[in-house]
């Protein structure tokens, strides 16, 4: 494919509507958009258990596990990139910066959205920041911290809007938002390493209910070192899906394009030690704690299988990935690792939460809390389409040729 101009104009906002309806993809995302727009209204209406599996025994459920503690996790690429490249001079990996910050910025603010579903009183949602007492509690930490990393996200993807819009009253409030990069990239590593490691720390309250093989007290450190390769991940995992759009790849122009590869090779480079560091802290864990005898259960084998396969595993593939520069394999192990991330906070918050309960006490979730987070899922999708589609995400605007400077 012919590389494309440095630096080029932005797409004029028209959408080929018969082309749209024809496709698959499209129709598939509409049925999803649609059905989960019911869902949200019928939760308004007839209240969170008319709509979810929650109880008293199991009051958090995938809208917790999934949407929030996955959403976050996967979400990390924002800080972990901006903070190799603004804090540790990595510039070859600056085409991977907007893309990574606009996933990040959509990944925060529709658990937010999700989270307003899943509160009993979402309007209430802000309440402990401004009003609570308990300033001690993990949970207030979390959402403060949530609360201003969102801002922080929003402050550093407001460039791209700017450039979008191209309104002359825009330029000079852009050119102050990126003299604030650094610092807003430093206050987003902090904040970051606040809330990912402290919704592991919201588990710490509840050494009866978790299993033994994920309770620990280390558990707001795996959080924390897991996050970090998940961003990663994240990224390439991300860059393959685009690669794949046709439609988005010609968006892309030179630096996307020629950059690529060492985004990937470095990125796989990273996780595959952080990763190793991650499977022999939680093998430590267990030999800390002397749970082996667990291993020998149904749970143990389970355990097994995440650190094996969804660990060990994407960390071997992208080792060799790197060593021999194969950029298949190195994308093979994202979707691995991804998956690794998903099964880790499943096994945390719903697989191995209240694991001594009888089996029709534990919880299962409904029908429509799966359709709801298909529903976020596929809205994150649909705008980051839009997003990198119509905006200066994946190309340099020619109006603006320090964008990424």
């Not at 902090?190 to 093989?213: E, F, R």
């Not at 990763?275 to 389970?302: E, H, K, S």
Request: net charge positive; hydrophobic share 55%.
């Amino acid at each position: 494919m012919a590389l494309l101009p440095k630096s080029m104009p932005l797409p004029k906002l028209d959408i080929d509507w018969n082309a749209a309806l024809r496709s698959p993809a499209n129709i598939i995302s509409a049925l999803i958009l649609a059905a989960g727009g019911v869902v949200f209204i019928m939760r308004f209406v007839w209240g969170l258990e008319g709509v979810a599996a929650i109880d008293n025994n199991n009051p958090w459920g995938i809208w917790i596990g999934f949407d929030l503690l996955c959403g976050v996790a996967l979400a990390a690429g924002g800080y972990t990139c901006s903070s190799a490249v603004y804090l540790f001079g990595m510039k070859k990996y600056h085409s991977a910066v907007r893309p990574a910050i606009s996933t990040a910025f959509l990944g925060y603010a529709f658990v937010v959205f999700a989270l307003l579903v899943d509160v009993g009183r979402p309007w209430f949602l802000p309440a402990p920041v401004f009003f609570s007492q308990g300033t001690t509690s993990v949970l207030f930490e979390v959402g403060l911290c949530v609360m201003i990393y969102v801002t922080v996200l929003l402050v550093e993807w407001s460039p791209i809007a700017m450039e979008w819009l191209n309104w002359p009253m825009l330029k000079k409030l852009r050119q102050i938002v990126l003299r604030l990069t650094i610092p807003l990239t430093v206050v987003g590593v902090i904040l970051s390493t606040m809330h990912q490691s402290s919704l592991g720390a919201l588990y710490l309250i509840a050494p009866s209910k978790l299993h033994p093989l994920w309770y620990s007290s280390f558990i707001p450190v795996f959080f924390f070192f897991s996050s970090m390769y998940a961003g990663l991940s994240m990224v390439i995992f991300e860059g393959s899906l685009v690669h794949r759009s046709k439609s988005l790849v010609g968006k892309m122009d030179h630096t996307h394009h020629a950059e690529a590869n060492d985004v990937v090779l470095g990125f796989g480079k990273a996780a595959s030690y952080i990763m190793f560091g991650y499977l022999c802290l939680r093998i430590t864990d267990v030999a800390m704690q002397n749970n082996w005898q667990y291993l020998f259960t149904g749970y143990g084998l389970w355990f097994l299988l995440e650190l094996t396969c969804f660990i060990a595993l994407p960390c071997f593939l992208y080792a060799l990935g790197v060593r021999e520069k194969r950029i298949p394999l190195i994308r093979l192990a994202s979707v691995f690792a991804v998956a690794g991330i998903i099964m880790y906070r499943f096994n945390v918050s719903i697989i191995g939460f209240n694991w001594q309960l009888p089996s029709a006490e534990r919880y299962f979730p409904s029908i429509t809390e799966i359709i709801f987070s298909a529903f976020v899922v596929t809205m994150i999708i649909t705008v980051y389409r839009f997003f990198a589609t119509f905006m200066p995400v994946l190309f340099e605007h020619s109006d603006y040729k320090d964008a990424h400077h």
